[in-house]
């Protein structure tokens, strides 16, 4: 009797995004998105390396201190160094703020990593403007 093992879990976990369309009109949240974790180190790689290359060279990053774990002011992502900074309001957004110069700054809404996924779903769809239903 031969048994059919599960195939291995994918060595970069899928990003979860979800952005909102280009449009002329600047939005407050231009998506979302769904870390795994608290673990910047860990979750920010993966972030900007899921990015629309039109977006640039993401050079700054600003979170809500309350919410991430403890980072340095920099980072080296691709090869790139990222500033991070910090929000330190704990009545900050819960959002990640990217800035890319000459190509412009996005507002993510972050979705907490336990959210389960019956409930991230619909938080971000509706921060990427996809109406209910599609």
Same mark, same amino acid.
Do not use: N, R, T
């Given at each position: 009797m031969t048994t059919a093992l599960p195939p291995p879990p994918p060595s970069h976990p899928v990003l979860r995004l979800r952005l909102a369309p280009r449009a002329d009109l600047p939005r407050p949240i231009d998506g979302a998105w769904w870390p795994r974790s608290y673990d910047l180190l860990a979750e920010l790689p993966r972030l900007l390396a899921g990015l629309p290359r039109e977006w640039g060279h993401v050079t700054s990053v600003t979170v809500n201190a309350a919410t991430w774990s403890a980072a340095p002011g920099r980072i080296l992502v691709s090869n790139q160094v990222v500033r991070l900074r910090r929000n330190p309001a704990e009545s900050a957004p819960q959002t990640v703020v990217l800035l890319a110069p000459g190509q412009g700054r996005w507002d993510l809404l972050v979705v907490p990593p336990d959210t389960s996924e019956?409930? /991230? *779903? !619909?938080?971000? @769809? @509706? @921060? /990427?403007?996809? !109406? *209910?239903?599609?």
């Open positions: 019956q409930a /991230a *779903e !619909p938080l971000m @769809a @509706a @921060a /990427a403007g996809i !109406p *209910e239903g599609e």
